[in-house]
């Protein structure tokens, strides 16, 4: 009997934003995140005499399932195995809101999948075919932070720990805007972004602005952690508005919360954002400043939800 896998999601410091290959999903650069603590998915497959994909209670039809049996097929394959699946998962993340769902949620279903047919893989190599589920998914099987390597193809291509159980006083608060799923989907919009003329500007940074994270991480430097981040966070958006045809994942209240970190910090309150596939802002900031900040953001936002997240784990199995 498979196992119900849980997976954290993960948010990128670096991010990944562009693709070499997009039927392997093999990165255009390599990215580093933090695994979070209070996002996650639980997954499990059982036997089923039909196809079906329940989220959240829910049978879904239509794009998502499509995409998780598409996926599942691309692994039997892979395996030499056959049959249909039921898939049951539970989203402790908003679902397609750019608060990593699809890390979390391909990192659970390539571990259930392995659980189910009682495959028992390296974890660099469950990496690997998470990533082939969505980008973002490699890097969710590790805890703490994460680096996922570019590599060169399908073999070199995966995520591996930094540092599992970071002492940094690391916070991150995930503000919740819109939890509604965004129109355009990561996958689309990474595709569409290569067509900047800044895109390759920004490819050529990526190996600099990875070594500076990476000293970051090593000294412990938590200024220069958030200012790279912010920073790579707004090479990403600017992007995207340099496309051809351009667009942006921000609505109205993501730049009142931009506004809103850069007062803060202007007022001696350390804090940082990074901004993901959608129009929520995560703060970074240090463990003393979490009440002030939360409370600035609800009485300056409506119907704002905050999670204040730390780092979280690996892969785990639970029944
Ligand atoms: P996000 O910012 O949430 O990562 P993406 O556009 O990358 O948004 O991915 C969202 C898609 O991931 C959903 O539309 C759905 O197809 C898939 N997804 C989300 N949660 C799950 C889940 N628990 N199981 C399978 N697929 C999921
Ligand atoms: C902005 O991993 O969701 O969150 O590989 O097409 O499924 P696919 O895309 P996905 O992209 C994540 C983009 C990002 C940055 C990041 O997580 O590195
Ligand atoms: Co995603």
């Given at each position: 009997m498979?196992?119900?896998?849980?997976?954290h999601?993960?948010i990128?410091?670096?991010?990944?934003w562009?693709k070499?290959?997009?039927?392997?999903?093999?990165?255009?650069?390599?990215?580093?995140s933090?695994?979070?603590?209070?996002?996650?998915?639980?997954?499990k497959?059982?036997?089923?005499?039909?196809?079906?994909?329940?989220?959240?209670?829910?049978?879904?039809?239509?794009?998502?399932?499509q995409?998780?049996?598409?996926?599942?097929?691309?692994?039997?394959?892979k395996?030499?195995v056959?049959?249909?699946?039921?898939?049951?998962?539970?989203n402790?993340?908003?679902?397609?809101?750019?608060?990593?769902?699809?890390?979390?949620?391909f990192?659970?279903?390539?571990?259930?999948?392995?659980s189910?047919?009682?495959?028992?893989?390296?974890?660099k190599e469950?990496?690997?075919?998470?990533?082939?589920?969505?980008?973002s998914?490699?890097?969710?099987?590790?805890?703490?932070?994460?680096?996922?390597?570019?590599g060169?193809?399908?073999?070199?291509?995966?995520?591996?720990a930094?540092?599992?159980?970071?002492?940094?006083?690391?916070q991150?608060?995930?503000i919740?805007?819109?939890?509604k799923?965004k129109?355009?989907?990561?996958?689309?919009?990474?595709?569409?972004?290569?067509?900047s003329?800044?895109f390759?500007?920004?490819?050529q940074?990526?190996?600099?602005?990875l070594d500076?994270?990476?000293?970051?991480i090593?000294n412990?430097?938590?200024?220069?952690?958030?200012?790279l981040?912010?920073?790579n966070a707004?090479?990403?958006?600017?992007i995207?508005?340099t496309a051809?045809p351009?667009?942006?994942?921000?609505?109205?209240?993501?730049?009142?919360?931009?506004?809103?970190?850069?007062?803060?910090?202007?007022?001696?309150?350390?804090?940082?954002?990074?901004i993901?596939?959608?129009?929520?802002?995560?703060?970074?900031?240090?463990l003393?400043?979490?009440?002030?900040?939360?409370?600035?953001?609800?009485?300056?936002?409506d119907?704002?939800?905050?999670?204040?997240?730390?780092?979280?784990?690996?892969?785990?199995?639970?029944?």
């Amino acid at each position: 009997m498979g196992k119900t896998v849980r997976a954290h999601a993960n948010i990128a410091l670096i991010k990944y934003w562009g693709k070499k290959d997009e039927r392997l999903r093999l990165p255009l650069m390599s990215s580093l995140s933090m695994t979070l603590d209070r996002f996650y998915t639980d997954t499990k497959i059982t036997e089923s005499d039909l196809n079906h994909f329940y989220l959240n209670g829910i049978e879904q039809i239509g794009q998502s399932s499509q995409r998780v049996f598409t996926y599942l097929k691309f692994l039997q394959d892979k395996f030499g195995v056959s049959g249909n699946l039921a898939v049951r998962s539970t989203n402790h993340v908003p679902t397609a809101a750019g608060l990593a769902s699809s890390s979390s949620a391909f990192a659970a279903l390539a571990g259930a999948f392995c659980s189910h047919y009682g495959f028992e893989i390296e974890p660099k190599e469950l990496s690997r075919l998470a990533r082939m589920g969505s980008g973002s998914a490699c890097r969710s099987v590790f805890g703490g932070f994460v680096l996922w390597q570019k590599g060169e193809d399908d073999t070199t291509s995966y995520a591996y720990a930094l540092n599992e159980k970071p002492e940094m006083d690391l916070q991150l608060l995930a503000i919740e805007l819109n939890p509604k799923p965004k129109k355009l989907s990561s996958t689309e919009g990474m595709k569409q972004a290569t067509s900047s003329p800044f895109f390759k500007p920004w490819l050529q940074r990526n190996q600099t602005e990875l070594d500076q994270m990476i000293t970051a991480i090593q000294n412990n430097d938590f200024t220069a952690l958030g200012q790279l981040a912010e920073l790579n966070a707004n090479e990403m958006h600017a992007i995207n508005l340099t496309a051809q045809p351009g667009f942006t994942y921000f609505e109205p209240q993501t730049i009142a919360a931009i506004n809103l970190v850069r007062h803060l910090r202007e007022t001696g309150i350390e804090c940082y954002y990074t901004i993901d596939a959608g129009p929520n802002v995560k703060v970074i900031t240090r463990l003393k400043n979490v009440k002030e900040i939360t409370n600035q953001f609800v009485s300056q936002f409506d119907n704002v939800k905050i999670v204040n997240a730390s780092f979280g784990p690996g892969l785990s199995y639970l029944d």
